[in-house]
C-alpha cells in the first residue's frame, strides 16, 4: 500500500512539472529567445501605395525608400513583422490594403498620397486602438498623424530653373489630377518664373491621372510641338510619359534643346539619351524624410495622433536636385537658387499656394 501511494505521489510530481514544464515553453514559445523577443517588441511599419505604385520613381518609390530605412535602421526585416507595403491597383484597394495591414498588427500604417482620405479616415475609424498617417491630406483623429509639405517652395525653385533655361516665351506644367498638393506645385513653378521674368508665360495642362503614361507623352508632345522647350511635371507615373516623348525628340536631334524638369525625387536617371540627359533638375520632395520623421516619434512614444505635421526647406522636407551638367547656365543659376533658398527660410519671401496669387506674384 505505502508503495502504491509513494508511486501515485511520484506520478502526481511528474505530471504536474510536465505541465508546468508545458506552460513555461509556452510561456517562452510567446517571448521566444532574446533575440526573438527583440523582434516581438520592435516596431513595425507599412503603407498602402496608391495607384502609382511602388515603382512609380516617384511619390510611391520615395515613400517606400523611408519605409526601407526606417527598418534598416531598426533591424526589422521585410515582410511580417518588419515592413512591407501593399500596392493598390485602383482606388477600390485602398481600404482593403489598410485593413489587411492592420489586421497583420503593423503597429504603424501609411496610406500614401491625398487620394486616399476617405479610406484612411474609415478604417482609423473601425481600428481605433491601431495608427495610421497619411501623406498629402489631413484627417481629423486620434489615431492618424497627417503629413504634408510646402510643394510651393520646391516647385517656386523650379520654375526659377525654368525661366533661365528656356530660349522662348513660354514654359509648360503638366499636372495629374487637380488636387490641393498638385495645385501647390502649379503655384510655386508661377511664382518662381516670374520671379526670374514676369514677361514668361506658363502653360498648364492637368491629365487627370497620376498613372497613365501615354496622356502624359501625348500632352508633352503637343507642347514639344508648340515650341515650349522647359517641362514641369507633378504627375506622378504620368510624368514618365513626359519623358519618354523628351528622350525621343532628343534622340531624333541630339542638337535640340529641350528639357524636362521631375518631381518628388530626383528623376535624373530617367533623361539619359545616348550621351545627354534631358532632365534639368527635379523639385524634390522628401517624402522619405517624413516617413522617417513620423516613424521615429511614433517608436518613440511620441507618436504625433491629431496632428499635421508640415514639411519645407527648413525641415529639409522639400528641395532641388542637382542642375544638369549640361546645362550652359548652370553654376550661375545655382546661385540664384541658394539666394531664393535663403530668402524662403528667412521669411523674406513666400511662394504661393494656390494660382490665382501665382499669376499675380512679384518678387520685390
Not at 502526481?12 to 533575440?35: D, H, P, Q, V
Not at 511580417?80 to 481600404?95: E, P, R, V
Not at 520671379?195 to 507642347?223: R, T
Amino acid at each position: 500500500m505505502k508503495k502504491r501511494k509513494l508511486g501515485l505521489v511520484l506520478s502526481f510530481a511528474l505530471a504536474a512539472g510536465t505541465i508546468l514544464g508545458a506552460c513555461g515553453s509556452s510561456e517562452e514559445n510567446e517571448k521566444g529567445s532574446s533575440s526573438e523577443g527583440n523582434k516581438e517588441e520592435s516596431f513595425t511599419v507599412a503603407m498602402v501605395t496608391d495607384v502609382g505604385g511602388v515603382d512609380d520613381k516617384s511619390f510611391n518609390q520615395s515613400a517606400w525608400e523611408g519605409i526601407k530605412a526606417f527598418g534598416e535602421d531598426n533591424g526589422l526585416e521585410e515582410g511580417k513583422g518588419g515592413y512591407t507595403y501593399l500596392q493598390s491597383q485602383s482606388d477600390a484597394d485602398y481600404a482593403t490594403n489598410l485593413n489587411n495591414l492592420t489586421r497583420q498588427k503593423f503597429n504603424l500604417v501609411f496610406g500614401v498620397g491625398a487620394m486616399m482620405h476617405d479610406a484612411i479616415a474609415e478604417i482609423a475609424e473601425q481600428q481605433k486602438d491601431s495608427q495610421f498617417s497619411i501623406i498629402d491630406s489631413e484627417v481629423e483623429a486620434d489615431n492618424v498623424a497627417s503629413i504634408m509639405f510646402k510643394e510651393q517652395e520646391s516647385g517656386f525653385l523650379a520654375g526659377v530653373v525654368a525661366a533661365n533655361a528656356t530660349k522662348g516665351d513660354t514654359v509648360g506644367f503638366i499636372g495629374g489630377m487637380e488636387l490641393p498638393v498638385i495645385e501647390r506645385f502649379e503655384a510655386g513653378f508661377i511664382a518662381g518664373v516670374r520671379a526670374v521674368n514676369p514677361d514668361i508665360k506658363v502653360e498648364s495642362n492637368y491629365s487627370g491621372a497620376f498613372d497613365k503614361a501615354e496622356l502624359g507623352q501625348s500632352i508633352a508632345s503637343k507642347m514639344y510641338a508648340s515650341g515650349i522647350d522647359v517641362i514641369f511635371h507633378a504627375a506622378g507615373g504620368t510624368g514618365n510619359g513626359l519623358f519618354k516623348e523628351a528622350r525621343d525628340l532628343k534622340g531624333k536631334d541630339p542638337e535640340r534643346e529641350l528639357w524636362a524638369i521631375g518631381v518628388d525625387a530626383d528623376q535624373s536617371a530617367e533623361g539619359v539619351v545616348g550621351d545627354h540627359n534631358i532632365i534639368l533638375t527635379s523639385a524634390m520632395k522628401r517624402v522619405d524624410v517624413a516617413v522617417q520623421d513620423i516613424a521615429t516619434k511614433a517608436k518613440d512614444g511620441n507618436f504625433p495622433g491629431g496632428e499635421t505635421t508640415v514639411y519645407g526647406l527648413d525641415e529639409d522636407g522639400v528641395t532641388l536636385a542637382p542642375i544638369n551638367e549640361e546645362f550652359a547656365g548652370k553654376a550661375e543659376v545655382e546661385t540664384q537658387v541658394n539666394e531664393w533658398i535663403e530668402k524662403i527660410k528667412s521669411g523674406e519671401v513666400t511662394p504661393p499656394q494656390s494660382v490665382e496669387e501665382a499669376k499675380a506674384f512679384t518678387a520685390e
